[in-house]
């Protein structure tokens, strides 16, 4: 079996990406959260209803992309043998560099059309450690699961729920010390804060070639 801290720490790192590209998002596209499709499929329904068809194509258009970057990672774990986290950190080396380029006079949904395509990837391709359910890209459930875990604990002193808070709330902190990250850069670097997720994407790397490897060396010795 996988070094279960290993696949903990690579889970974190990556949570760092998400909080980055969250971060990016909301400062320099009005408070929109390109990570998640809730909001985009809200305002889509309203554009809909209230008949603004131009805005509605284009939330329609960071719909199917998200949909698309889900189906990706379907398509090539099941039918292929690479390595799905190399290609989402791939996916979002190159997400990052477009979106740092992007002039400020881009609309603000489809300024957001590479990070709705990487973090689908990245939600899909990392998806927790322990058998928890965890996404890296935004805290919704995370925040949930901690507060279950604390509150069972509590009630039923089970080490088990505690394990499962630390683990969330741990989801929890390194995705917002990305966010914190991010909004430190962007007070002097603007739209070009979102380059420092290549720092935390290039560990990911380190720590997904390690992953692999104790994969093939597991394997070998069976």
């Known amino acids: 079996m996988v070094n279960n801290k290993l696949q903990e720490a690579l889970h974190y790192n990556m949570a760092v990406v998400g909080g980055i590209f969250g971060g ?5 596209w009005f408070d929109n959260l390109g990570s998640a499709a809730t909001a985009n499929l809200i305002h889509f329904v309203i554009c809909l209803v209230g008949e603004n068809w131009q805005e509605a194509v284009i939330r329609l258009g960071g719909i199917a992309i998200y949909f698309l970057g889900i189906t990706i990672t379907v398509v090539v774990t099941r039918k292929t043998k690479r390595n799905i986290k190399y ?4 996916i979002s080396i190159v997400a990052a560099l477009i979106c740092g380029l992007l ?11 590479p990070i709705f395509f990487a973090m689908s990837i990245q939600w899909n391709s990392f998806k927790g450690v322990y058998g928890y359910a965890s996404s890296t890209i935004f805290s919704t459930n995370n925040l949930r699961q901690t507060a279950i875990g604390i509150t069972d604990y ?14 969330f709330g741990t989801t929890l902190l390194f995705f917002h010390i990305g966010v914190a990250v991010c909004y430190l850069f ?11 997720a290549y720092v935390p994407l290039a560990s990911g790397i380190i720590l997904t070639a390690l992953e692999s490897k104790q994969k093939k060396f597991m394997q070998n010795s069976v």
């Open 154 to 167: 509590i009630c039923t002193k089970d080490k088990l729920q505690l394990r499962r808070a630390r683990f």
């Open 186 to 196: 962007w007070i002097n670097h603007g739209i070009h804060c979102i380059w420092i």
């Open 24 to 28: 990016y998002a909301v400062l320099d």
């Open 87 to 90: 290609l989402s950190i791939i």
């Open 103 to 113: 002039p400020p006079t881009t609309d603000k949904i489809m300024a957001l059309y």
